[in-house]
């Protein structure tokens, strides 16, 4: 059971690139979120997806893209990178019902720096 | 709008008992969560209240209050691991299942020897 998985750990961009991030989770939780984290600061939610199929706009969701592939994968895409998207990204997953309905699970994050 | 405050920093010495508030400005609200996180670590659960009053895990407790839009979080018998950042989160801000989360800024805990 390995929870939260995140890939990759660390990725260095260029302006204006693209890229993928993946998330999975495998407690079979219904509803998962994408994270970022600046340096000193709190997190921030990019989306979210409550259910399968369903995505919504968190706080900050302006240049990203977001995908639910299946009910374990969520990506998160960055279209044209840009420096101020420099940040930990985390991806969260929380059941909709249970013993831990109230408790998120997270990854243990990308660390992306756009130059 | 809405927005969580949380005091920045707090210093304890280890052994002592040390209270984190939190207060919170939200159109929705269905409860309150902390999070502790380590230094280059992932946030990790601690406690959620729906209801008013205490909940107790160990050495870690939490209060809300929704009347007053105010929680806390109390640990007692400091150790040194304990140094952490910790973040309030308010569950259910917006949309209609409770499916959505706003955290705060955090609070950096040092405990001293």
């Known amino acids: 059971n390995a929870g939260v998985t995140q890939t990759p750990k660390f990725q260095v961009l260029k302006t204006g690139q693209s890229m993928t991030l993946q998330c999975a989770q495998d407690?079979?939780?219904?509803?998962m979120y994408w994270y970022r984290q600046d340096p000193g600061m709190g997190l921030r939610l990019i989306y979210y997806?409550?259910?399968?199929?369903?995505?919504d706009k968190g706080e900050v969701p302006n240049g990203y893209n977001v995908s639910r592939l299946n009910k374990r994968e969520f990506s998160l895409r960055l279209e044209s990178a840009a420096p101020s998207q420099t940040s930990v990204y985390f991806c969260?997953?929380?059941?909709?019902?249970?013993?831990?309905?109230?408790?998120?699970?997270f990854g243990p994050g990308t660390r992306l720096t756009v130059l | 709008g809405q927005s969580l405050e949380q005091p920045s920093e707090v210093t304890a010495v280890e052994g002592a008992i040390v209270q984190m508030n939190c207060t919170y400005q939200?159109?929705?609200?269905?409860?309150l969560s902390w999070y502790q996180q380590h230094d280059g670590g992932a946030p990790t659960f601690l406690s959620y209240?729906?209801?008013?009053g205490l909940e107790e895990t160990g050495r870690f407790s939490s209060f809300l209050s929704r009347s007053d839009s105010y929680g806390y979080l109390l640990l007692q018998e400091l150790q040194m691991k304990d140094s952490a950042s910790y973040f309030c989160?308010?569950?259910?801000?917006?949309?209609?299942?409770?499916?959505?989360?706003?955290f705060g800024p955090g609070t950096r805990l040092s405990v001293l020897p």
């Open positions: 939200t159109s929705g609200f269905y409860g």
């Open positions: 407690m079979n939780h219904n509803s």
């Open positions: 997806s409550a259910s399968e199929g369903t995505t």
């Open positions: 989160a308010v569950r259910g801000v917006t949309d209609n299942y409770g499916q959505n989360f706003v």
């Open positions: 969260a997953s929380i059941a909709r019902a249970g013993s831990s309905y109230n408790e998120q699970f």
């Open positions: 209240n729906a209801l008013d």
